[in-house]
């Protein structure tokens, strides 16, 4: 049996989605901008994805929901953009995000820097999130945008959007949130909160790779990324991809019906395996679990470095990570362990596991037998956990 | 970068299959108890290196037969990933039967050199190499507490590249010899900064003083203030202003003027002509000519001729006269 518990990397395209999909490569291939009925005859299509995207955010007809290719392309959008139009062209010279939030951000926040832009990194909690009050703290009157995550990629904590949404509009500042472990998993209500931006991306609600978008709220001012034909009404060139906007229209209406008894379910599950793994001794999970995306669990296990862990798992045919598979290279570690000022001896410790709704609890099951084998075996090899002392000077 | 780097790389494919093995089914991992040793009449070393919260621990332990410092036995624990547990279990393994002396000679590169399938394919990724750094350093820990000295006294080198144990001197002979001036020329020539770059520049993995770029740029300052000095030198050969005839002079006189004078003047779009050298007793005239903005300039009869005059005369060591014509 191989059991796929990296769904916050990456998800498997719902089977549904696929076969929505798959008329728009060979037969309905047109460009939606031609005048001729091959062009045309994807029009509808489009309208249903639109309206599928629209109600699953429940976004207002006057915002913009612009598609992009990734939420890597959107979160560069809303930094450059502001920057260009706030910073370069206006008075403002300073943007404000958490340390933890994904490389799209941090990356593209260093580069601003470089720029002269002035960039404040603010702190997580010891349950890895940044507080609204922490956000109110360093607000000037000359920030331009506020950019914090909706929920953690690695340790799935839930950031308190509203209260900093409604902070950044007392302030008239603008206020995105990278929202990427946050659709699909738990409600976004477009309409509850105050957020000017927001990114997503497919691919991580069982939607296809490379389709995003970015909402737009009231469709206010934003200069473009790419510019090019009149495509997204100019806001965002480049033909439109229509196989995969049908199918991130649908894996979003997929994700978001029913979600109180799709999360419920993910959620037990969840449970189970972390109730079931925090039996085994020096081993702690990151954040309660009220305030966590229900599919995921972030858990630091004394003496086995994480690679090692992952090299278990694999060998038992899991799939999990040590954190952001964007930064699994690097090996390096883990930037969320170290912010939440867990013990610096755990912060090469922790294995991100994170389910589905297509995760099962035979698969469960399995993954707390392989997981306690593999902690096991991997303390039996730790000097961590040896008996013989050094008895030195 | 290039094509090879536009996807990323499959790191544990890059394993081999012994390190692979390794760390599936490590064979010297284990402990060794003072019951042993008391029973076996053997010294009993236990050293740690590393530290959990660096990603990588290693714990040794050595059975020695005090009477021909030969290690009987060699067990390992580790902290670590895949590449630290099979690098520790080579390397507990190369110890054993060797003396202390013998064994200090381990390197992390015989370490992984042990670990790999066929001779001319690395057992690990370039990025993992720095993990078997520290089934080098334990050993030497080892050895320190088996001889009771500090663990300094084994490091006679300075290392800048400890994946490829590269040193200071190393890299400076080399960058000079073939004339160097790319950090890539330099892992081409000597592997260093070739496995986890943190030695390149700032900001990699690991905390340190001093760098590849550092170094590649100071040898490279040394050399060009080496040819600069073979230029005069070989002007002046003998060496001998007094006794040099008409054309050597000239050239010495220029090969300065060209090293010292003529960068500073032309930063100010200046310049200065040499005219002729003419001998006046003991003295020697050389007649010179502004030129750009130097013409004008208020401090051309004052401070800029004085400096001329000085450096022609420390550097060819003779009673030199500048005039202005």
């Known amino acids: ?393 | 970068m290039a094509r090879d780097s536009l996807i990323g790389g499959a790191l544990w494919e890059e394993y081999s299959t012994e390190v692979q093995r390794r760390m599936n089914t490590p064979v010297h991992m284990g402990e060794i108890t003072q019951e042993e040793a008391d029973a076996t009449g053997d010294k009993l070393i236990i050293a740690d290196f590393g530290a959990e919260s660096c990603g990588d621990a290693v714990r040794l332990y050595w059975l020695i037969d005090p009477k021909n410092d030969t290690i009987q036995k060699s067990k390992f624990k580790s902290f670590g990933c895949g590449t630290a547990i099979a690098s520790s279990d080579m390397m507990a393994e190369l110890c054993m039967g060797k003396s202390v002396d013998e064994a200090l000679k381990i390197t992390n590169i015989d370490v992984e050199k042990a670990l790999r399938d066929t001779p001319d394919v690395p057992a690990v990724p370039g990025q993992k190499m720095h993990c078997s750094v520290m089934a080098y350093d334990v050993i030497k820990k080892a050895a320190s507490m088996y001889k009771g000295v500090d663990m300094s006294e084994f490091e006679t080198e300075f290392i800048i590249c400890e994946c490829a144990r590269v040193s200071q001197d190393t890299l400076r002979e080399v960058i000079k010899l073939n004339g160097l001036t790319t950090v890539e020329e330099v892992t081409d020539y000597t592997k260093a900064g070739g496995f986890c770059k943190s030695c390149i520049k700032p900001g990699g993995h690991e905390v340190r003083d001093v760098f590849i770029v550092d170094i590649l740029a100071d040898v490279m300052r040394e050399v060009e203030a080496e040819k600069a000095s073979k230029k005069i030198i070989e002007a002046r050969g003998n060496g001998d202003f007094k006794s040099m005839g008409l054309v050597q002079k000239i050239k010495s006189v220029e090969s300065i003027l060209e090293e010292y004078i003529r960068p500073t003047l032309k930063a100010d779009n200046g310049d200065v002509e040499l005219m002729d050298i003419v001998e006046e007793g003991e003295v020697f005239n050389v007649l010179v000519k502004y030129k750009g903005e130097c013409i004008s300039c208020s401090m051309n009869t004052t401070t800029t001729l004085a400096g001329i005059e000085d450096m022609l005369k420390f550097k060819l060591k003779a009673p030199i006269k500048v005039i202005v014509t």
Request: with cysteine; aromatic share 6%.
């Open chain 1, 1 to 393: 049996m191989e059991i796929y518990l990296d769904n916050n990397a990456t998800t498997m395209v719902d089977p549904k989605v696929v076969e929505a999909m798959v008329p728009f490569f060979g037969q309905m291939y047109g460009n939606p901008n031609s005048l001729h009925k091959f062009g045309t005859q994807t029009h509808a299509a489009l309208t249903k994805a639109v309206d599928q995207v629209y109600k699953a955010l429940n976004a207002a007809d006057a915002d913009d929901v612009i598609f992009t290719s990734c939420a890597t392309e959107s979160n560069n959008w809303v930094l450059k953009s502001v920057w260009l139009d706030h910073i370069m062209h206006g008075h403002k010279n300073h943007i404000v995000v958490s340390e933890v939030e994904h490389p799209s951000v941090l990356t593209t926040c260093r580069f601003l820097e470089e720029q002269g832009v002035k960039v404040t990194y603010l702190p997580v909690n010891d349950q890895g999130i940044v507080e609204a009050h922490t956000v109110k703290s360093f607000i000037t009157d000359r920030t331009a945008l506020v950019s914090i995550m909706w929920a953690n990629n690695e340790t799935g904590m839930i950031f308190p959007i509203k209260e900093i949404g409604e902070i950044c509009r007392e302030k008239g500042v603008l206020f995105h949130t990278d929202a990427v472990q946050a659709v699909g998993k738990i409600p976004v209500d477009l309409q509850a909160v105050h957020v000017d931006f927001l990114s997503f991306s497919a691919h991580k609600f069982h939607g296809p790779k490379g389709i995003g978008g970015l909402y737009i709220r009231n469709s206010q001012a934003l200069s473009p990324l790419l510019h090019g034909g009149e495509h997204m009404g100019g806001r965002r060139s480049g033909t439109l991809n229509v196989p995969y906007i049908v199918g991130m229209g649908l894996a979003m209406e997929l994700a978001t019906q029913n979600m109180s008894a799709t999360s419920a379910k993910i959620r037990a599950l969840r449970d189970r395996l972390e109730d079931a793994l925090l039996q085994l001794p020096d081993v702690f999970v990151v954040g309660n679990r009220a305030n966590r995306t229900p599919n995921t669990l972030l858990i630091s296990i004394r003496g086995v470095e994480g690679e090692g862990m992952l090299w278990d798992l694999n060998n038992a045919h899991i799939g999990a990570s040590t954190g952001s598979a964007c930064a699994s290279e690097d090996l390096e570690a883990n930037t969320v362990m170290l912010a939440i000022g867990a013990d610096s001896e755990l912060a090469h410790t922790g294995i991100r596991l994170s389910l589905s709704r297509f995760t099962t609890e035979a698969e469960v099951d399995a993954v707390i037998d392989a997981f306690k084998k593999a902690v096991g075996r991997l303390r039996a090899i730790s000097s961590s956990y040896a008996k013989v002392q050094p008895t030195h000077s």
